[in-house]
């Protein structure tokens, strides 16, 4: 997830539109958001106070407008496609085996590359602590709680703790090696537990840690953003990022240096977590897309209901795979391209009056400012925006 917090963006200027796709917090019919005030864990009043009205969910859809909607739609699901089907292609076709040989100036050894898969783990567990969570939460106690829920990544489904989590178990399955929560043979866990079974077992509780604590938060985050439980997710993926910085990493580097102990490992990474990861994401993005293709033929409500759940299930091989951001999906900047977070949803809105979609591309020549606008248009989030609102999937009016 490429994080740009742009704060002007939450200050939208949709109510001056005239085009009939904006119903202003004022309207007869208003449809705000204003959850009730939250709970913790065991029934008491949290500490978060009701969530502030969001004016920009108000972005509804009507069969007046339905092929300005769909096309939209199927213009970003085609994108996600060919990004999920270029990722997987240059995995399987070029850098799993320039990985799995390690005979590079950039991994010089099986042990660069487990080098590689460690610093993928901290990355993450360290985004998910201090940014995904960390940012709404930071905006929150400083005052500032209509930012703190635009923070929020996955917040019109309602899919934020299993984005969270799921980024933990990618760390998992990069431990592990695999994607079942089973230890494979040949994977750091199981070397590892023969050399220092104590170290491994810590390793395996501060995984669990994090997960559980994530999913521990209540649901959905957006409107529990300062509980107890969010602090205690915070602190478990910091312990989780400091364990693989301190302990993980230094273990392996003073005590394990041949290859042939770690290109098993390397190879099981690869070929069972890396490969089929991002093959499931094509896949189910092909799937995503071709829900929409049929949204746009005949939107319904049971039509945005199958977009709902074809976008869940592409999310899940995305978030975890956020364990392994590097190589292709960084070379080719798809990670941006598929996940960009937050939306510039008042571009969003202009686009579906105008139709004029140029403003999600870009060419060679174009500047770092233009591709992230272009990427805020794009990508899994503005796909969600348009299916999902208030945790459910849209519905035809």
């Not at 240059?90 to 100036?105: G, I, M, Q, V």
């Not at 996940?339 to 979609?357: G, M």
Request: proline share 4%; charged share 25%; with cysteine.
């Amino acid at each position: 997830m490429k994080k740009t917090f742009k704060h002007a963006m939450l200050f939208i200027a949709a109510c001056t539109m005239t085009t009939g796709f904006v119903a202003c917090g004022n309207d007869e019919n208003d449809n705000t958001l204003v959850p009730t005030t939250p709970t913790n864990n065991n029934g008491s009043t949290s500490t978060n106070d009701t969530v502030p009205t969001i004016d920009v969910n108000n972005l509804d859809f009507k069969m007046a407008y339905a092929d300005k909607w769909a096309n939209y739609m199927s213009i970003v699901s085609g994108l996600l496609k060919d990004d999920a089907t270029t990722l997987y292609n240059e995995w399987n076709d070029r850098y799993a085996d320039y990985f799995k040989a390690h005979n590079s100036d950039e991994y010089l050894s099986a042990l660069n590359c487990v080098d590689q898969i460690l610093d993928g783990c901290k990355e993450i567990a360290s985004e998910v602590g201090a940014s995904k969570i960390g940012e709404p939460y930071n905006y929150w106690v400083d005052g500032d709680r209509e930012a703190a829920v635009y923070a929020v990544e996955s917040w019109y489904s309602w899919h934020s703790r299993e984005d969270y989590r799921n980024n933990i178990y990618s760390i998992r399955n990069a431990y592990y090696g695999t994607r079942d929560g089973s230890i494979s043979p040949n994977s750091l866990s199981a070397l590892l537990a023969k050399k220092n079974p104590e170290l491994d077992q810590q390793a395996k509780e501060a995984i669990q840690n994090a997960a559980d604590a994530i999913w521990d938060i209540p649901q959905p985050f957006r409107n529990n953003i300062s509980t107890i439980e969010t602090v205690a997710a915070m602190l478990a993926c910091a312990e989780l990022e400091e364990f693989i910085d301190k302990e993980l990493k230094p273990y392996f580097n003073d005590n394990i240096k041949t290859d042939e102990e770690l290109d098993p490992i390397v190879r099981q990474y690869v070929d069972v977590v890396v490969l089929p990861t991002y093959k499931d994401l094509m896949n189910k993005n092909i799937a995503l897309d071709n829900a929409v293709k049929e949204f746009k033929k005949s939107p319904s409500d049971q039509a945005f209901a199958a977009c709902a759940d074809a976008w869940l299930a592409a999310r899940e091989p995305w978030e975890q795979s956020e364990a392994f951001l590097f190589g292709p999906v960084d070379e080719k900047g798809l990670d941006p391209n598929m996940d960009s977070w937050p939306l510039d949803q008042a571009q969003i809105a202009q686009i579906l009056n105008s139709q004029d979609f140029s403003n999600l591309y870009w060419n060679e020549s174009a500047s770092d400012s233009k591709i992230e606008e272009a990427q805020s248009l794009r990508g899994f989030h503005t796909l969600e925006f348009l299916i999902f609102k208030d945790g459910k999937a849209r519905t035809v009016k």
